[in-house]
């Protein structure tokens, strides 16, 4: 099973809490009781469509299962039912907006980001309401993972290609996507090149960025495009529908998730995101392989399923 595990990096817009209100700051060396949210990426985990249905790669398309990087969460929720507003759950963790860009945006620097190196968001029980929740729900704004692509067609697109190398060569591709509703952007890194924004950028947008070196042929491509659909799965979309054009995934807890009043010990959610044959594309020549310089396009780059539960 791939499983990787990414580490939350909480930056500046942040809506959780202010360090002068965590009891553990007013009191060194005093431990509260804490809410502990792990977030693993599974490749083997479920793959559903936006309804929260099991969902195969349809007919004409391919798709692989992406090797993840960093991932950037706007919004993280609680939800008592399916009949809770999108509004009206219980938020953990919200990041800053901006108008900067014109239309009422993410912040794309203030979301919160995580690599492989630690993977739990922890925040006092204290500051999360006491109650009874079944479902769980998080924005998911950027996305940056490695894929595989092949160089067939860069023969006729790739200025300098050496005469007489075969392109029919697998390489390694580094994508960074933005899948919120719209996203301000002011530059970005994608593995060693910065592409710079400074405006919006609606869901879809993404950047890919290739470097080889082919029989001492050394090139660096970068592309940029849009995703005409993400997958956003939402099994409780007649009841509680998210904002249109977001990218907020929901997932139900096996059993109800109970906060305690005056909680004394800590709670424990392990939060599994789907990236099963996320990055999908319209497979032209049906072979299975992703050959953008012969035209394929990406169709779909979305989670497909978020799957919480509580551990020990």
């Known amino acids: 099973m791939k499983r990787t595990s990414l580490l939350f990096s909480v930056l500046m817009g942040i809506s959780l809490f202010s360090c002068s209100d965590d009891p ?3 009191n060194p060396g005093t431990e509260v009781p804490r809410l502990n949210i792990t977030f693993i990426m599974d490749a083997d985990a479920g793959r559903l469509d936006n309804l929260g249905n099991p ?3 349809p007919e004409g398309n ?5 090797d993840f990087n960093v991932l950037g ?3 993280i929720g609680l939800y008592a039912d399916q009949f809770t507003p999108y509004d009206e759950g219980v938020t953990i963790v919200s990041t800053a907006t901006t108008g900067s860009g014109g239309a009422l945006a993410i ?3 203030s979301e919160v980001f995580f690599n492989e190196e630690i993977n739990t968001l922890s925040v006092p029980l204290s500051h999360v309401t006491a109650g009874t929740y079944e479902y769980f729900r998080a924005s998911v704004g950027y996305q940056k993972y490695k894929i595989v692509y092949n160089l067939e067609g860069a023969e006729t697109e790739i200025p300098d290609w050496p005469e007489g190398v075969d392109d029919n060569i697998d390489v390694d591709g580094f994508v960074a996507s933005f899948l919120g509703y719209n996203t301000y952007i ?3 890194v994608i593995e060693d090149q910065t592409v710079s924004v400074n405006g919006n950028k609606a869901q879809g947008y993404f950047g890919l960025e290739t470097k080889g070196n082919i029989q001492g042929f050394a090139f660096i491509q970068l592309t940029q495009g849009n995703a005409p659909q993400t997958t956003v799965p ?5 009841t509680s ?3 249109e054009g977001s990218c907020v995934v929901t997932g139900q807890f096996p059993s109800a998730l109970v906060i305690p009043a005056n909680a004394t010990e800590d709670i424990n959610i392990e939060v599994v995101i789907s990236i099963n044959n996320s990055f999908e594309w319209e497979d032209g020549n049906g072979n299975g392989k992703f050959e953008p310089l012969l035209g394929e396009t990406v169709v779909d780059m979305g989670t497909r399923g978020v799957f919480p539960s509580e551990v020990d």
């Not at 939402?234 to 007649?238: F, G, K, R, T, V």
């Open 73 to 75: 969460l706007h919004f």
């Open 24 to 26: 553990s700051t007013e």
């Open 107 to 109: 912040d794309f620097d």
């Open 62 to 66: 391919a798709a692989q299962s992406p």
């Open 55 to 57: 969902a195969s790669v």
């Open 234 to 238: 939402n099994p409780i979309s007649d």
């Open 241 to 243: 529908p998210v904002p």
């Open 186 to 188: 002011g530059s970005y």
